[in-house]
């Protein structure tokens, strides 16, 4: 066992244990942290991994929450059924809104995106179809049932949610080990090396952009379930911009850097309630002073994203002239 | 007709400010190939600063011409002075990071600039009073134009024309144009990249400053965040002329005004903004140099 598991285990099993250990006020900072984590994760594949630079990330997770919001409170569907939409209408969107300007150079793909999640944002407060219900978002979103069990209570919510953020993890380790990864790798360390490889970049970006906001809208969705209620100031572009910032401050393509990232952002801020007036203003000096000294983030990934064993297994493998 | 004279007016008014701020975002983009996302929240400053220096210093006294120039003047400096310090704290020591970090840095310090206004005036919107400027009108057979207003139009094309005779006349405007095309070659040949940069930051802050003051005036309401909307538009601005062109900014800041005030005048006020964007995400799709930008090849 290497350290980077043995990290990962213990971090995995005091998240796990963590509900028993606290009170009321502290898992609900639980639950944000792990939601918070999920999103950041999930901006990770599209920032890190491919290295897309998306600064329109609360799109997806608030699509997430909206959908599950509407369904349930307009159309009466159960809080279960409305997830497979909040993962497929953000995949929609975001291979709708990605498509086109896919093949944008960096700076202007991000200034695209800031641009979408300011309509974004628009559209929810203008109450598009009658439908977001404007300023005030949506109120009495039902609790989860699973076969008439109710599971209103804020550690069903926890457990939901740390069990999303262990299918991410699990996403991200198989993503690292596949193909698709491998060729996001080549795309975010190369871009034009990796064209001339035959790799089809437009179709590897688009494929992260989908996987992230797939993930992003789950989160989303947990995330309307844990406030029973969306409102469009949660999915602003001042809360992409922290997304964007927690994965590049805490180190992009790295797990322990997105944890970080997260616990500065969401965490810190809700223990510290006094400096709640000036708290922006500490992030703003962290973020600078952070690059400064740092600039590739706090914990980065030191080997890309393509793990040793795997190399290793690689250099095994080709001799006996097998290909993968 | 009237309505049609009337948004036009309107419009070239908040184009040409527009223009102002653009040409801070496009300078520095020209430069150092960085969105500078702190310079809209250095312009919101500037309005509070203005303020500031008016209500402490010129209060109760009647406002002579002599005095609006002092003020301008020192808000200027001080945010130049704001700009050269931004400028040496937190991209300097970026500059040969990767280009994300950058960003993040800027980011960053838009945030610090953004809520230090926020700590030190207070999180409330702050007015303006009316009588900086002489109120008076003029009724253009149906159409009203305020002192403001000219004061605007006027001052904003002096200081472009002022701008563009600095860039393409003079010795240290060749040194800026050869920096930005490339940094290295021009420190071979000589240029001092650091003033260089130097200058940029303060010839955009000194722009942005009095676009800012002029904001502050017209629209007299000051909010802490306001620095997001009107930096976000002039960026779009300098995105529609092509980023990185001094003349594209103007025109884009221009083409910007006239568009907002008319979607604002004809289709809807609410809608304006969300349109603002649905045209910027369109001329990035059709054509992202912009309308004056040139084509550049991908270094490899």
């Given at each position: 066992m290497n350290k980077t598991t043995l990290i990962a285990t213990i971090f995995i099993l005091v998240m796990a244990v963590f509900p028993f250990t606290v009170d009321s006020a502290w898992l609900s900072i639980g639950i944000t942290f792990l939601v918070f984590a999920t999103v950041a994760f999930s901006q990770d594949i599209i920032l890190g991994r491919a290295g897309v630079f998306n600064m329109g990330h609360a799109i997806f997770f608030g699509i997430g929450a909206y959908t599950t919001a509407i369904l349930n409170v307009h159309f009466g569907l159960e809080i279960i059924a409305t997830i497979p939409f909040a993962i497929i209408f953000p995949v929609i969107v975001a291979v709708v809104l990605a498509g086109p300007i896919i093949h944008l150079r960096g700076d202007y793909l991000l200034v695209a995106t800031i641009?979408?999640?300011?309509?974004?944002?628009?559209?929810?407060?203008?109450?598009?179809?009658?439908?977001?219900?404007?300023?005030?978002?949506?109120?009495?979103?039902?609790?989860?049932?699973?076969?008439?069990?109710?599971?209103?209570?804020?550690?069903?919510?926890?457990?939901?949610?740390?069990?999303?953020?262990?299918?991410?993890?699990?996403?991200?380790?198989?993503?690292?080990?596949?193909?698709?990864?491998?060729?996001?790798?080549?795309?975010?360390?190369?871009?034009?090396?990796?064209?001339?490889?035959?790799?089809?970049?437009?179709?590897?970006?688009?494929?992260?952009?989908?996987?992230?906001?797939?993930?992003?809208?789950?989160?989303?969705?947990?995330f309307a379930i844990q406030y029973s209620a969306v409102s469009p100031e949660s999915f602003s572009f001042m809360q992409s911009v922290m997304f964007f910032a927690i994965v590049l401050v805490g180190g992009s393509a790295s797990l322990p850097g997105v944890i970080i990232g997260t616990f500065v952002m969401f965490v810190l801020p809700e223990l510290f309630t006094e400096f709640k007036e000036s708290r922006y203003l500490i992030f703003g000096a962290a973020m600078v002073l952070t690059m400064v000294l740092r600039p590739n983030g706090v914990w980065p990934a030191t080997f890309g994203n393509i793990p040793k064993y795997l190399k290793e297994k690689a250099l095994k493998v080709k001799p006996k002239g097998e290909t993968k | 007709m009237d309505i049609f004279l009337q948004q036009l007016i309107n419009g070239l008014t908040i184009g040409s400010l527009y223009a102002l701020v653009a040409l801070g975002y496009t300078m520095v983009y020209g430069v150092m190939k960085l969105i500078n996302f702190a310079h809209g929240d250095l312009v919101a400053f500037s309005a509070y600063v203005g303020l500031t220096i008016f209500t402490q210093f010129f209060g109760a006294s009647a406002v002579s011409f002599v005095n609006v120039i002092i003020i301008f003047l020192l808000t200027a400096i001080i945010i130049a002075f704001v700009g050269v310090l931004l400028e040496r704290l937190a991209y300097r020591p970026l500059r040969t990071a990767p280009r994300l970090s950058a960003v993040v840095s800027a980011l960053g310090a838009a945030l610090v600039i953004q809520n230090g206004i926020m700590l030190i005036w207070g999180p409330n919107m702050q007015i303006f009073p009316s009588d900086i400027l002489p109120s008076t009108t003029w009724n253009i057979s149906g159409v009203i134009m305020t002192f403001t207003q000219v004061c605007i139009l006027v001052l904003s094309a002096v200081l472009m024309i002022a701008l563009y005779f600095f860039i393409n006349k003079t010795k240290i405007g060749t040194a800026i144009r050869a920096t930005a095309i490339d940094q290295d070659a021009a420190k071979l040949m000589g240029i001092n990249v650091n003033r260089i940069i130097m200058i940029i930051f303060v010839v955009g802050s000194m722009l942005g400053a009095i676009g800012g003051l002029f904001i502050g005036i017209y629209y007299r309401s000051l909010t802490f965040d306001m620095g997001w909307v009107y930096g976000l538009n002039a960026f779009i601005a300098a995105i529609i002329g092509g980023i990185g062109s001094i003349p594209g900014a103007m025109i884009g800041g221009l083409l910007l005004g006239l568009f907002n005030a008319l979607i604002a005048g004809y289709i809807s006020t609410q809608w304006a903004e969300t349109l603002t964007f649905v045209l910027l995400i369109i001329i990035l799709i059709v054509r992202p140099t912009g309308i004056l930008g040139e084509k550049t090849a991908e270094k490899v």
């Amino acid at each position: 066992m290497n350290k980077t598991t043995l990290i990962a285990t213990i971090f995995i099993l005091v998240m796990a244990v963590f509900p028993f250990t606290v009170d009321s006020a502290w898992l609900s900072i639980g639950i944000t942290f792990l939601v918070f984590a999920t999103v950041a994760f999930s901006q990770d594949i599209i920032l890190g991994r491919a290295g897309v630079f998306n600064m329109g990330h609360a799109i997806f997770f608030g699509i997430g929450a909206y959908t599950t919001a509407i369904l349930n409170v307009h159309f009466g569907l159960e809080i279960i059924a409305t997830i497979p939409f909040a993962i497929i209408f953000p995949v929609i969107v975001a291979v709708v809104l990605a498509g086109p300007i896919i093949h944008l150079r960096g700076d202007y793909l991000l200034v695209a995106t800031i641009g979408f999640n300011i309509i974004f944002e628009q559209v929810l407060s203008n109450d598009l179809f009658g439908l977001t219900g404007g300023p005030n978002g949506i109120f009495g979103i039902d609790v989860v049932r699973i076969f008439g069990y109710e599971l209103f209570s804020d550690k069903a919510i926890y457990y939901m949610a740390f069990g999303l953020l262990l299918i991410t993890l699990l996403i991200i380790r198989n993503l690292d080990n596949s193909r698709y990864g491998r060729a996001l790798y080549y795309i975010n360390k190369d871009e034009i090396a990796a064209k001339s490889m035959g790799i089809n970049i437009p179709y590897y970006k688009l494929f992260a952009f989908a996987l992230g906001a797939a993930i992003a809208g789950v989160a989303g969705s947990i995330f309307a379930i844990q406030y029973s209620a969306v409102s469009p100031e949660s999915f602003s572009f001042m809360q992409s911009v922290m997304f964007f910032a927690i994965v590049l401050v805490g180190g992009s393509a790295s797990l322990p850097g997105v944890i970080i990232g997260t616990f500065v952002m969401f965490v810190l801020p809700e223990l510290f309630t006094e400096f709640k007036e000036s708290r922006y203003l500490i992030f703003g000096a962290a973020m600078v002073l952070t690059m400064v000294l740092r600039p590739n983030g706090v914990w980065p990934a030191t080997f890309g994203n393509i793990p040793k064993y795997l190399k290793e297994k690689a250099l095994k493998v080709k001799p006996k002239g097998e290909t993968k | 007709m009237d309505i049609f004279l009337q948004q036009l007016i309107n419009g070239l008014t908040i184009g040409s400010l527009y223009a102002l701020v653009a040409l801070g975002y496009t300078m520095v983009y020209g430069v150092m190939k960085l969105i500078n996302f702190a310079h809209g929240d250095l312009v919101a400053f500037s309005a509070y600063v203005g303020l500031t220096i008016f209500t402490q210093f010129f209060g109760a006294s009647a406002v002579s011409f002599v005095n609006v120039i002092i003020i301008f003047l020192l808000t200027a400096i001080i945010i130049a002075f704001v700009g050269v310090l931004l400028e040496r704290l937190a991209y300097r020591p970026l500059r040969t990071a990767p280009r994300l970090s950058a960003v993040v840095s800027a980011l960053g310090a838009a945030l610090v600039i953004q809520n230090g206004i926020m700590l030190i005036w207070g999180p409330n919107m702050q007015i303006f009073p009316s009588d900086i400027l002489p109120s008076t009108t003029w009724n253009i057979s149906g159409v009203i134009m305020t002192f403001t207003q000219v004061c605007i139009l006027v001052l904003s094309a002096v200081l472009m024309i002022a701008l563009y005779f600095f860039i393409n006349k003079t010795k240290i405007g060749t040194a800026i144009r050869a920096t930005a095309i490339d940094q290295d070659a021009a420190k071979l040949m000589g240029i001092n990249v650091n003033r260089i940069i130097m200058i940029i930051f303060v010839v955009g802050s000194m722009l942005g400053a009095i676009g800012g003051l002029f904001i502050g005036i017209y629209y007299r309401s000051l909010t802490f965040d306001m620095g997001w909307v009107y930096g976000l538009n002039a960026f779009i601005a300098a995105i529609i002329g092509g980023i990185g062109s001094i003349p594209g900014a103007m025109i884009g800041g221009l083409l910007l005004g006239l568009f907002n005030a008319l979607i604002a005048g004809y289709i809807s006020t609410q809608w304006a903004e969300t349109l603002t964007f649905v045209l910027l995400i369109i001329i990035l799709i059709v054509r992202p140099t912009g309308i004056l930008g040139e084509k550049t090849a991908e270094k490899v």
